[in-house]
């Protein structure tokens, strides 16, 4: 609950006022998905929006921000975990690593992914002794970022040479369970379509 201009505001009424403007964004963009689906992103972004905040800081609700489908935001956390599944799903099970990592010609955008992993268990220790888990939002949002960045600057997996596919989409599969577990801990749930 939460005051607004003199009145109370309750969290239901927030989630319901999230889930009519996602739907006015994606109308906007000629896009449809199901209610549940909606209802994901609408809870998500709002989830995502208050534990991405300093509890100790005072901090300004913007609608803008919040169902921001760029950025740093529950909405594009949620799509770039999604176009992520999508993918890993069409190339079907997970194939195999070569055992010769070394011939692997990692990027500087897989590298940043596996750092990212790497400092995973940490950073979820820490924020589970300090209650302050904007630094686990921080981390995945950061996370999302690379995973980003991999996309548009590295070839389709499907035209990665073979030595480099397996690795890539191990590191890929494993930032995604990273991505669930986060929000499945936090309460932000992650739709099957964006």
């Known amino acids: ?11 239901k009424d927030l ?16 896009r449809t998905l199901s209610d549940s689906d909606t209802k994901a992103v609408a809870l998500g972004a709002i989830v995502y929006s208050f534990l991405s905040q300093d509890r ?45 990592l070394s011939t692997v010609n990692f990027t500087t955008f897989d590298r940043d992914i ?12 820490a924020c589970g002794e300090t209650y302050k888990f904007h630094l686990l939002i921080a981390h995945i949002a950061t996370m999302t970022r690379h995973l980003n960045a991999l996309y548009v600057n590295t070839p389709k997996l499907k035209e ?10 191990k590191i890929i599969r494993t930032s995604l369970e990273i991505i669930r577990y986060t929000a499945t801990i936090l309460g932000m749930p992650l739709p099957e379509e964006m």
Request: proline share 3%; hydrophobic share 40%.
């Open 15 to 30: 989630i319901g006022e999230s889930f009519d403007r996602v739907k006015k964004i994606l109308e906007a963009r000629e």
């Open 56 to 100: 100790e800081r005072d901090w300004i609700f913007e609608w803008d921000k919040v169902l921001a489908f760029e950025g740093n935001s529950g909405p594009y956390l949620q799509y770039t975990y999604v176009r992520w599944k999508k993918i890993l799903d069409e190339i079907g099970p997970e194939t195999t690593i070569n055992n010769k």
């Open 160 to 169: 990665t040479p073979e030595n480099e596919r397996g690795a890539r989409i």
């Open 1 to 11: 609950m939460s005051t607004r201009h003199g009145r109370v505001i309750f969290l």
């Open 114 to 125: 596996v750092l990212d992993i790497l400092a995973f268990n940490e950073l979820l220790i």
